[in-house]
């Protein structure tokens, strides 16, 4: 990745840029498209082969909050302040799948295995599945969802803790109990590790064996964004001014090692992190609009795109690792084809 | 895109009339758009406005202050009514009549998010002219004692309801707990909405321009213990800043929740500005102001608003500030 030429989305990709803010960006199943939804209620599809663009106003007067991959290979799935659920499938065609009356859907998550899709929506979590939906609550509103690898469990973060409910039976939920607010959530690759982001500025963890808790602080912000990277992984987090990683490797996994640290220097603090699908590589975007990319086994990083346009609100890789998608709170859209740059260099 | 949305927080007692206020603040031509977020659905009889409901989630911080509490709830919706910047011009949260006005206000100042996209332009209190007396007096007294030491625009509401001689009474009453506030009377909460919006009333350069004449006021002072109060203390003498932000550490440490607010005005030795600061309960923030003017008079001023306060301590301990 050397000799790429910098920043990666100007000579090897696109960018595009729009008034309203980036709210989330996702790439269906199948690589074959990506989207952006905006504040101003607009959902924009790429067709990543064909560069084909359109756009549908998915949430008519209201705004989208959340988007996601769908279950099956196509399409995607968004959660809006208009409280409805909204299917865009293979064809870019939107379908109501669910209303919540007068209630936000703020957060949605999907499992293909398990053909589960689930939902935050104010203190509820709804789980919509093969048997039908299944309403679970919770003593404070979600923080976060996530699903165990096998999709046999759902992660839900909440105010002191984070409950977990098994998707395939009844039954109430094991509650992770630690104080605080917490705001992210995310399952460790293996499933042994439940970790949150909390409002106060630090990470909180459970090893699920024995439920042994740990906890890292000292981010000056919030970390909101995790994800994994490498085998074994990192855990990537944003929060400071770096790519901040901590390893799980051994029997205690980051407990008393020191986290890796990649790409600080420009003192603006890391708003994202996505990991690349396939190899130890990790994006970061920044709240001065830089995004990088490192490599966390050799440490080195390139510029994907220069700071400017606004703080970093989406990054994410398609699931075939070649393309990654950027967006900004300023309107700033990108997507840079590795493909492209294989190409050239 | 990177200036910060101002947000307007009403409080007020169980039936003083905030939903009558909202729904005047959303109806009259004023050509601004409100984002709106209310605690209960149906009472807001306006349709073209965004309309949020909220969920009251009180959240301690695990930052070893057991006061500084937040509203989480708050931080979600502000969070996401900024994605929609663009398509309104301001936000107003109205809160439950037993609401503690402090975890609102502490929400602006403890959340790096809410802190970015938005600020806190005012706290404003409606006040029900004909019962708030006998409120003040009545196991929720406490509450609404502080929703009034909160306050930096008072509503004296339902005006029509009470007699002159009740008028003035009820205002002592008020100006006991918050001398500072300005209070407009109202029937059926009619105000401007100019009295209302864009006060600036937690930004520091405007509380300079705002209170030109900081202190003139009646020193009543009252030893009314159990409810909220405010005290007035001036020096002519310059300050010593390093010594007095340490001493303002340790009155907001040993009053705790009892402090409401607290503002000053400060001449600081060696500065030829003004050093200007406001707090709510322990969140302090001050930073430096105009310069004073050859020839005026420099003086620091400096204004508490809480419960249980000691005024004779705490005008010892702001002297022992002097340079």
């Given amino acids: 990745m050397a000799t790429l030429r910098e920043p990666l989305v100007e000579h090897f990709g696109k960018s595009w840029q729009a008034e309203a803010t980036v709210v989330a960006a996702a790439v269906d199943r199948a690589s074959r498209r990506a989207a952006f939804a905006f504040g101003d209620g607009q959902i924009r599809l790429h067709d990543l082969e064909s560069g084909e663009i359109a756009s549908l106003a998915a949430h008519g007067d209201g705004a989208p909050l959340c988007l996601a991959q769908d279950v099956g290979r196509e399409g995607f799935l968004s959660g809006g302040d208009d409280g409805r659920l909204v299917r865009i499938d293979a064809k870019g065609e939107a379908s109501e799948v669910l209303k919540v009356q007068g209630k936000w859907i703020e957060h949605v998550a999907s499992h293909a295995e398990a053909g589960l899709v689930a939902l935050g929506v104010a203190k509820q979590a709804i789980l919509l599945g093969p048997k039908g939906e299944r309403r679970l609550d919770h003593p404070s509103s979600v923080g976060g969802l996530a699903f165990a690898p096998q999709g046999k469990r759902l992660a839900v973060a909440h105010y002191g803790g984070v409950s977990l409910w098994w998707t395939a039976s009844e039954g109430s939920a094991k509650v992770l109990p630690w104080k605080g607010s917490h705001v992210a959530v995310s399952y460790s690759p293996d499933g042994k590790h439940v970790m949150t982001g909390m409002q106060d500025g630090e990470l909180h963890g459970w090893r699920l064996a024995d439920g042994q808790d740990m906890r890292m602080s000292g981010y000056p912000a919030k970390p909101l964004s995790l994800d994994w990277v490498g085998k074994p992984p990192y855990l990537a987090s944003s929060g400071s001014e770096a790519i901040i990683l901590w390893p799980f490797t051994g029997k205690d996994g980051p407990m008393g090692k020191p986290p890796l640290e990649i790409g600080q220097g420009g003192g603006a603090l890391v708003t994202m992190v996505a990991a690349h699908p396939t190899i130890s590589v990790v994006a970061a975007g920044f709240e001065n609009g830089l995004v990088i990319v490192a490599d966390v086994v050799s440490r080195r990083t390139i510029t994907a795109k220069n700071p400017g346009e606004g703080r970093i609100s989406a990054l994410i890789w398609s699931p075939d690792g070649r393309f990654l998608l950027i967006g900004s709170e300023e309107g700033y859209t990108g997507i840079f084809d590795q493909k492209a740059s294989v190409a050239v260099t | ?323």
Wanted: proline fraction near 3%.
């Fill in chain 2, 1 to 323: 895109m990177s200036t910060q949305m101002p947000v307007t927080v009403l409080t007020g007692y169980l039936g003083a009339g905030k939903t009558t206020l909202l729904n005047r603040i959303l109806t009259e031509p004023h050509g601004k758009k409100f984002a709106v977020i209310v605690n209960e659905f149906g009472e807001i009889g306006i349709d073209n406005q965004l309309v949020v409901g909220a969920d009251e989630e009180i959240f301690e911080m695990n930052n070893g202050c057991v006061c500084c509490t937040v509203r989480g709830d708050l931080i979600r919706i502000l969070g996401g009514l900024m994605k929609r910047k663009g398509k309104f011009d301001a936000i107003i949260v109205e809160t439950t009549g037993l609401a503690d006005p402090a975890p609102v206000a502490q929400t602006f100042f403890a959340d790096e998010d809410v802190k970015r996209q938005t600020k806190l332009d005012a706290v404003v209190t409606v006040v029900d002219a004909k019962h708030v007396i006998e409120r003040l007096a009545d196991k929720h007294g406490h509450e609404a004692a502080d929703q009034i030491g909160f306050a930096d625009v008072i509503i004296l509401n339902k005006t029509d309801l009470a007699s002159e001689a009740e008028l003035a009474a009820v205002e002592k009453a008020i100006r006991r707990i918050n001398a500072f506030a300005p209070i407009h009377r109202a029937e059926r909460a009619q105000v401007p909405v100019d009295a209302l919006l864009d006060r600036g009333a937690f930004d520091l350069q405007r509380i300079l321009k705002a209170n030109p004449h900081f202190l003139e006021i009646d020193d009543d002072h009252h030893h009314h213990h159990e409810h909220a109060t405010s005290f007035s203390f001036q020096l002519d003498k310059p300050i010593n800043l390093e010594r007095f932000q340490s001493w303002m550490q340790q009155v907001s440490t040993i009053i705790g929740t009892g402090l409401l607010r607290s503002k000053g005005i400060l001449d600081v030795a060696g500065s030829d500005k003004r050093y200007v600061f406001h707090g709510v309960r322990m969140q302090l923030q001050g930073d430096v102001g105009k310069p004073w003017a050859q020839g005026e008079q420099r003086i620091s001023q400096l204004v508490f608003i809480g419960r249980g306060l000691d005024p004779e301590a705490l005008k010892a301990g702001f002297e022992a500030c002097i340079a």
